[in-house]
């Protein structure tokens, strides 16, 4: 289908089992003999890569790019815990509690080498293939570079075309793209 966008899974530590090969799309959760519930538990997190974005599990080294992001008055988000400043101590406890959600999963936006943003989703409660982009926000001083769009569209390929998603919902500010 998609040869530009590879998706990993760490969970399951195999990936041949989700890919058709190494360029080739990945097969979806029916074909691999799962069921929505199954897929869904075991296929979040990972690695998902574009063709110059790379979505990650974030790492204690990325503590300080989520605070500075999250500091720039351009992506702050008033009223919101993930839209405002705090401490790396803050950002560690938080990441490791969004780990801990079985409905959400957390990723840096990485990108020749180096953080560039961060994305957030959250699975449907009583439709575990619809979601919602809580967040995906990409450094401002990088805008209008396509980041923002090849995150996204990486995004929707791991959502719909692995995940079997039905559908998304997402709010995302016009420089994001």
């Known amino acids: ?66 605070n ?21 101590a803050t950002w560690k406890e938080r990441l490791q509690e969004a780990a801990k959600d079985q409905r959400a999963v957390v990723w840096t936006v990485e990108s020749a080498g180096r953080s560039v943003g961060i994305v957030g989703i959250r699975f449907g409660h009583n439709e575990p293939r619809d979601s919602d982009i809580e967040r995906l926000i990409i450094d401002p001083g990088l805008w209008g570079r396509g980041l923002g769009s090849d995150a996204a569209l990486a995004l929707h390929r791991y959502l719909f075309d692995y995940l079997e998603g039905r559908g998304c919902a997402v709010a995302l500010e016009p420089g994001q793209l």
């Open 1 to 66: 289908m998609y040869s530009d966008t590879e998706l990993v899974s760490i969970d399951t530590g195999s990936v041949s089992e989700h890919m058709h090969a190494s360029n080739a799309s990945p097969r979806p959760a029916s074909e691999r003999g799962c069921s929505e519930a199954d897929s869904l538990h075991h296929m979040l997190g990972g690695v998902v890569r574009g063709k110059v974005t790379t979505l990650r599990t974030p790492r204690e080294d990325d503590l300080a790019f989520v």
């Open 68 to 88: 500075s992001l999250m500091a720039d008055m351009r992506v702050r988000r008033e009223g919101h815990l993930w839209g405002e400043p705090a401490t790396p």
